[in-house]
């Protein structure tokens, strides 16, 4: 059964404070990615990579880095946490028949006061 | 830039009943779409995907449609279920940037006993 784990389901962390989420997969796919999903804005991509040590800026990377080190691990950064940061962060990898289905991680639920 | 949007925020239907989930799009060069599934609390998963060459494309209870002309993409679900209760969201790639998807805002389906 494929998997895509991430590091905690739910977070709470201090305005300021480095926060980093973790994700796994082991599916053996080229393709991971980071997102975060509001009320009414759907899923908005943070980041994305397309292989190791390569990262894309998606849609509103802006607060946000991300590391990958090696092909199953992707972690998200985010340098100096902000209350507007608090939502839900999904993490995604493909490499499928066509490349493009997505597998997607429970989520965490990050708050930041 | 692709803008994927869905028509209705909520659709309650009756048990037993099909279910019609919309989705519009606005980049005619889109190469892929994707329905996904997301219950409470956990990560969007993928119930079925279409090509921009094909039409139509049929999965278990499920069929989606592609109209390239109106740019309008349906998710069908035959005999509606209480386990289908969930946020659906269609999202698209358009051409030219690999895996990268973009997600419309979501709808969600109740399902009435």
């Known amino acids: 059964d494929v998997k895509v784990t991430q590091s905690s389901r739910y977070l709470v962390k201090r305005t300021g404070e480095k926060v980093f989420l973790e994700c796994v997969q082991d599916?053996?796919?080229?393709?991971m990615f980071w997102y975060r999903q509001d009320p009414g804005l759907g899923l908005r991509l943070i980041y994305f990579?397309?292989?190791?040590?390569?990262?894309e800026k998606g849609d509103i990377p802006e607060g946000y880095s991300v590391s990958r080190e090696k092909k199953e691990r992707f972690s998200l950064i985010l340098e100096s946490a902000s209350t507007n940061q608090t939502s839900m962060y999904l993490c995604?990898?493909?490499?499928?028949?066509?490349?493009?289905?997505?597998?997607f991680g429970p989520g965490t639920r990050l708050t930041v006061l | 830039g692709e803008s994927v949007g869905l028509h209705l925020p909520t659709l309650s239907v009756q048990e037993g009943d099909n279910s019609i989930i919309n989705c519009a799009y606005s980049n005619s060069a889109s190469d892929y779409f994707i329905w996904y599934k997301q219950e409470s609390g956990k990560g969007p998963q993928f119930i079925i995907d279409i090509r921009s060459n094909m039409d139509k494309r049929q999965g278990q209870r499920v069929t989606v449609l592609l109209n390239k002309t109106v740019k309008h993409l349906s998710l069908q679900i035959a005999a509606t279920q209480p386990g289908d209760s969930a946020v659906y969201f269609c999202a698209g790639i358009p051409t030219g940037t690999a895996s990268k998807l973009t997600f419309g805002t979501g709808t969600r389906l109740q399902v009435t006993l």
């Open positions: 599916m053996d796919h080229e393709n």
């Open positions: 995604a990898s493909s490499g499928g028949e066509w490349g493009n289905e997505q597998f």
């Open positions: 990579s397309y292989d190791v040590k390569m990262k």
